[in-house]
């Protein structure tokens, strides 16, 4: 394995495809917002649809790809499932993203371009 300036290592390969499958989950505008709206704090899918403006199946869907690659979390409380994110270098990604693209084109234009689909 290469090192690079600083002492970093050449991530395995594995890694890096691991790492390319995440970023082609967060690839979706449905999914980046669900990652954003956790990133905010935890929630159940009804309260998260609410909050996306998604369908409730669709919105549980997305929740289940992303839990499946280790995204996501969640948790039973009663009758519910509470999902999170727990990896805060996780939500330091979403919104560094989603931060950096707000400030180069302005709220307005942002929110135009991550319009929803659901």
């Known amino acids: ?11 395995s390969v594995e890694v890096l495809t691991e790492a390319a499958a995440a970023f ?9 917002h669900i990652m954003w709206a956790l990133s905010q704090g935890e ?7 609410d909050r996306v403006g ?3 199946p669709a919105v549980s869907q ?8 280790g ?4 948790r039973r409380e009663g009758r519910r499932q509470i999902y999170y ?13 989603v931060g950096q693209l707000t400030a180069r084109t ?6 135009n371009a991550g319009s929803r689909s659901f």
């Not at 090192?3 to 050449?10: M, N, P, S, Y």
């Open 1 to 11: 394995m290469a090192t690079l300036a600083g002492g970093i290592e050449d991530p």
């Open 24 to 32: 082609g989950l967060l690839a979706s505008s449905a999914r980046l």
């Open 43 to 49: 929630s159940d899918v009804t309260h998260l649809a």
């Open 54 to 56: 998604g369908a409730l």
């Open 62 to 69: 997305h929740l289940a790809k992303l839990k499946l690659a």
């Open 71 to 74: 995204l996501v979390r969640s």
């Open 85 to 97: 994110v727990d990896d805060p270098d996780i939500v330091t990604v979403v919104r560094v993203m």
């Open 106 to 111: 302005g709220p307005a234009v942002a929110h």
